[in-house]
Structures are given as C-alpha cells and as structure tokens.
C-alpha cells in the first residue's frame, strides 16, 4: 500500500455546515445581543465610575473630616494649656495673699504682744515701786524705833525721808 497524501485542509459538508452555523450565530449574537449586552456594560462602567467619584469624595471627606479633627485637638491642647497656666497663676496669686494675709496677721499679733509686754512691764514697775516703797516705809518704821532715842538717829532719819521723797 502505497500512503495516501491527504489534503492539509479538508472540507467535508459538516466542517461547511459547521462554518454558516458559526456566521449565523455571529449575526443573531450582533443583531440581539450585541446592544443588550452594550447597554449593560455601559451602566455598569457608569455605575463604576459614578462609585469610583463617590469614593474619591469620601476620600476628601474624610481628609477634611480628619483635618478638622486634628485641629479641633490642637485647639482643645491650646485650650487646657491655657486653662492649666491661668490656674497655676491664680494658685500663685492666692499663694501671696494667703501670704500676706498670714504676715498682716503675724504682725496684729506681734504689736498686740508687744503692746501687752509694755503693760506688763509698767504693772511690773508699778508692783515693784509699791514693795519698794512698802519696804521702804518699814525699813524706816524699824529704823526709827530702834534708833528714837538718840539724836543721831533723828538725823538719820529726816535723810532718809529726803532721799525717798527725791525718788518719788
């Protein structure tokens, strides 16, 4: 048997019924579905689109928002900074006049002391000049009686008078 060439390409009736089954389908496919299937991928390209500029705004939204927020922080930092330094100076501030209060107060009391050690002082004085006075009168009470009889003791004692009368 000698080999039989075949044909590289062979066309028998099913491959060219096969071929106008393949052209008709391609018609209805354009005819039917062509414009369907365009309108869909249309709305669905728009939709994606339209969710794509929805996301960019809530991109920017967001952005904005968490600008805002930073700076809405900022300004609370500031804010109880400010509030921190306005109490520390009015602590500071009541600090002196409880200082001075205390010190007006402990200067009252040190010119009430000394006020009251000057009264002391002068009762003090006044109780000793009676005593002395007291003892003196008896010293000279005592004097005279031991010493009436002479009249040295006459001299004495008008001295004694003298110098006691120059004391008072």
């Known amino acids: 048997m000698a080999p ?3 044909p ?3 066309i028998d009736i099913n491959m060219f019924w096969q071929i106008i089954n393949f ?3 391609i018609v209805v496919f354009n005819k039917y579905f062509k414009h369907p299937l365009r309108r869909i991928i249309r709305e669905r390209q728009s939709k994606i689109a339209g969710e794509l500029e929805d996301a960019k705004k809530d991109k920017q939204a967001a952005k ?3 600008e805002e927020a930073e700076e809405i922080l900022k300004k609370a930092r500031m804010e109880a900074h400010n509030i921190i330094s306005l109490s520390e100076k009015k602590a500071d501030e009541r600090k002196e006049e409880i200082l ?3 010190t007006t107060q402990r200067d009252k009391i040190l010119k009430s002391a000394e006020v009251e050690v000057g009264k002391m002082k002068a009762r003090a004085r006044e109780v000793i000049r009676e005593e002395m006075q007291t003892l003196a009168v008896q010293l000279a009470e005592k004097i005279i009686t031991e010493k009436l009889d002479s009249k040295a003791g006459d001299i004495l004692v008008d001295d004694f008078i003298d110098k006691v009368g120059d004391a008072e």
């Open 64 to 66: 904005d928002a968490r």
């Open 8 to 10: 590289a390409i062979s």
């Open 4 to 6: 039989q060439n075949m």
């Open 100 to 102: 001075k209060e205390a």
């Open 23 to 25: 052209f008709i389908l």
